[in-house]
RNA sequence: GCGUUCGUAGCUCAAUUGGAUAGAGUAACGGACUUCGGAUCCGUAGGUUAUAGGUUCGAACCCUAUCGGGCGCACCA
C-alpha cells in the first residue's frame, strides 16, 4: 500500500518522499514532513511550501485529499483505492504481505553445545531468529536456517566424563570424585540408564570409552534439543558440526595468509589489526586448535557456500567475539560488512517475585522445554517477540499464565476468535460479503480498515530493521482497535452488515497473517 | 581499569530511526445498554525521557562529559 503511494509521489517529485503515519489519523493516512527540509534549500517558510505542493495535486485516484497543515502534507487515500487493495487481498490471503525482496541469506541461530536440553535463554534466540526467518521469507528472500554444533573440544570430553559419573553414582551407587566442572541433570541420568542398556554397565567404568560415549549421547541430546526447538514450532534447513570442519584446516590456514603468525609454537590471528584488542591464539602449543579455529573454518565455510548475507544471532555474553571473526573473515578475503551479527540479551526468569528454579539438581539451568509445558509455545513465543531483543528481559512465569488482557497473547488471539464468531453466526455468503464495497465507512471503521491494511509495511520494516517486536506491537494495536470497534458497533442484522463484515475479514486476514509469521495459529474459538 | 551496551509512568515495554501534544499494557481507583463472546470497553491518576552541556527549524533518539545497571576483557565454549 505505502509502495503504491511512495511510487507514485516518486514520480512526481523525482526523489524518495518520506512517508510517515500522521501522529493522529484524522490528519489522513499518510504524511510527509518534506516541506521542512526544503525549507532551506529554497529558502521558503516549511508552511507555504507545504500549501504549494498540497495544491499541486488535482484530481487523482489514489487520494480523496491532500492537506498541509503545520508545514505537514497529509495524503488521505480514496476509498476506491482501499477497497480495490482489501479485496484484492482477501482474493490472495497467502500472498497478502509478500515481497518481492531478492537474494540468499543464510541465518545461523541457536547452534547451543549438544551437552544438555534447551533453557530459557536459548528461547529467545531461537524465538528471534525463527521469526526473523519467517518475516524473511514472507517478504521474498531465499533464507537458509541453519545450527551450529559444537561437537568437538573440552565441552565433549566434559560430556563424556560426567555422563560416566553420573551413572556410577545414581545407578551403579558408587561413591565418585567429582571434578570442578561436570554436567549435571535428570537428562544425564537418563542418558546412563540408556548406556547400560545399550553397551553394559561397564561402560559406565571404562575411561577408554568416555569418547566414543560422549559423541554418542551428543547425538542423543542433539535429537532432544531438536525435540525441544519442534516445541515451538522451530526447524533448521542445515546443521554444521564443528568436529567435520577441521579437516578443511590446512587449506584454511593457507587461505589466510599474512593474517596468522606462528609465535612461541603457537599459532595467532592478527585481529588486533581490525579492532580487536590484542592477537588471539587459534592453535595452542600442543597442537590443539581453540574454539576460535573451528569457527575461522566454519565462516570460511560459510562464505564458500556463497550467499548474499549471513546473520549470526548470538547471546549477548558473546559480543566481545564479534571482532576477532569478522578480522578473520577479512583475512580470508570476504567482505565482513557481509555478516551481520544480532546479539540477544540474557533472560531472567521469575516465580511470584523469586528466581524461578526447575529442578534441584539442574541447579540454576531452566530448562526451556518446562517452561513451554507450563505456559505453552504460543504464550512463550508472543512473550519473547515481544522484547527488542537488545535489551535484558526478566518476566515472571505466572503473569504468563494468566490467561487475561495481561497476557496479550490472549488479547490477540480473542480478536481473531470474536470476527470468526460473527462470521458464523451471519447469514451472509461469503460471495455476498465480498461483492459488497468499502465504501461511506465511518471514521472508525476506516481506521480498523487502514490499521488492518497496513501489516505489510509491518512486517517489511520489522524484518529490515531486524526488531522483530514490531509485529506483536502491531497486532496488539489493531486487536485493541478491533475490540473498540465492536464494542461500539453492531454489526449483524444492520444494513452495513455485509461491509462491516468485509472489514473485520480484513482485520483477521491481518491478525492470523502476523501470527503465522510469528509461528502462532490463529484460533477461531477459544 | 578498558571495551561494549542499555537507562523513558510504581512495574514490563513502545515511540514511524531526527518530526506534530512521549504512548500501550500492568498494578490502583471509578464506571459500562436486559442487544453480535464482559478473556471486552470507557474514564481518573501516573513524566524535568538518569544528569549537565552542545549540534538545528525541531532531540528520548546525534556529539561530549558525568552517574548508574548488564555483558565481555581466556590458550572455556
Known amino acids: 500500500m505505502k509502495q503504491r503511494v511512495s511510487a507514485l509521489l516518486r514520480d512526481k517529485f523525482n526523489y524518495d518522499v518520506a512517508l510517515e503515519k500522521p501522529k493522529d489519523r484524522s490528519f489522513g493516512h499518510f504524511a510527509t514532513p518534506i516541506a521542512f527540509s526544503l525549507a532551506k534549500e529554497l529558502r521558503k517558510s516549511p508552511m507555504i511550501i507545504a500549501q504549494e505542493i498540497a495544491t499541486s495535486f488535482g484530481e ?14 497529509n495524503f488521505r487515500l480514496s476509498e476506491h483505492f482501499l477497497d480495490e487493495y482489501a479485496s484484492w487481498a482477501l482474493d490472495h490471503p497467502l500472498q497478502f504481505g ?21 533453557h530459557i535463554g536459548h528461547a529467545r534466540g531461537a524465538v528471534y531468529g525463527d521469526t526473523l526467518l519467517r518475516l524473511g521469507r514472507h517478504l521474498g528472500y531465499d533464507i537458509t536456517a541453519e545450527y551450529y554444533v559444537n561437537d568437538a573440544g573440552n565441552q565433549i570430553d566434559l560430556l563424556g566424563v560426567s555422563l560416566q559419573l553420573e551413572g556410577r553414582s545414581t545407578l551403579l551407587g558408587e561413591s565418585v570424585e567429582w571434578p570442578e566442572k561436570y554436567y549435571r541433570g535428570e537428562y544425564l541420568s537418563d542418558l546412563a540408564r540408556d548406556v547400560v542398556e545399550q553397551f553394559g554397565a561397564e561402560a559406565l567404568r571404562d575411561e577408554s570409552r568416555q569418547k566414543e560415549l560422549a559423541l554418542w549421547a551428543k547425538d542423543k541430546i542433539l535429537a ?29 590456514m593457507a587461505k589466510m595468509g599474512e593474517g596468522v603468525y606462528l609465535n612461541e609454537a603457537k599459532t595467532f590471528i592478527r585481529s588486533s589489526d581490525h579492532g580487536d584488542d590484542h592477537d588471539r591464539v587459534v592453535v595452542r602449543d600442543d597442537g590443539r586448535p581453540t574454539y576460535l579455529a573451528g569457527d575461522i573454518i566454519y565462516h570460511n565455510q560459510k562464505f564458500e557456500r556463497d550467499y548474499d548475507h549471513y546473520i ?60 513451554v509445558e507450563e505456559i505453552g509455545s504460543d504464550a512463550l513465543r508472543f512473550m519473547f517477540a515481544s522484547k527488542k531483543c537488545d535489551t535484558a528481559l526478566e518476566f515472571d512465569i505466572e503473569e504468563l499464565k494468566k490467561q487475561d488482557s495481561s497476557n496479550p497473547i ?10 470468526q464468531t460473527l462470521l458464523a453466526k451471519s447469514e451472509l455468503t461469503h460471495e455476498q460479503i465480498m461483492a459488497t464495497q468499502l465504501y461511506d465507512l465511518s471514521a472508525d471503521a476506516d481506521g480498523l480498515l487502514f490499521e488492518a491494511l497496513l501489516l505489510p509495511e509491518v512486517i517489511e520494516d520489522a524484518y529490515e530493521s531486524r526488531q522483530v517486536q514490531k509485529v506483536p506491537d502491531y497486532l ?12 461500539d458497533t453492531r454489526i449483524i442484522g444492520t444494513e452495513d452488515e455485509a461491509k462491516l463484515l468485509k472489514l473485520l475479514l480484513v482485520v483477521a486476514l491481518s491478525i492470523k497473517t502476523g501470527l503465522s509469521l510469528m509461528g502462532i495459529d490463529a484460533k477461531d474459538r477459544m
Open 410 to 419: 490472549y488479547y490477540v488471539q480473542y480478536a481473531h476468535a470474536r470476527i
Open 312 to 371: 549470526n544471532i548470538w547471546g549477548a555474553d558473546h559480543h566481545g567475539y564479534i571482532a576477532r571473526v569478522k578480522a578473520a573473515v577479512s583475512f580470508l578475503g570476504y567482505d565482513p560488512k557481509k555478516l551481520e551479527v544480532q546479539l540477544s540479551q540474557m533472560v531472567s526468569l521469575l516465580k511470584d517475585g523469586e528466581p524461578f528454579k526447575m529442578s534441584k539438581r539442574s541447579g540454576t539451568v531452566i530448562q526451556m522445554g518446562d517452561v
Open 60 to 73: 487523482e485516484s489514489t487520494f480523496s485529499a491532500v492537506e498541509s497543515v503545520g508545514g505537514y502534507i
Open 224 to 252: 532432544l534439543i531438536v525435540e525441544d526447538l519442534k516445541g515451538i514450532n522451530v526447524h533448521f534447513n542445515t546443521f554444521v558440526g564443528e568436529a567435520s570442519l577441521y579437516e578443511q584446516w590446512d587449506r584454511v
Open 98 to 118: 509478500q515481497n518481492t525482496k531478492q537474494g540468499r541469506v543464510l541465518l545461523e541461530f541457536v547452534s547451543a553445545n549438544p551437552t544438555g536440553p534447551l
Open 476 to 487: 496488539k494495536a489493531l486487536s485493541a482497535r478491533l475490540h473498540k470497534f465492536y464494542y
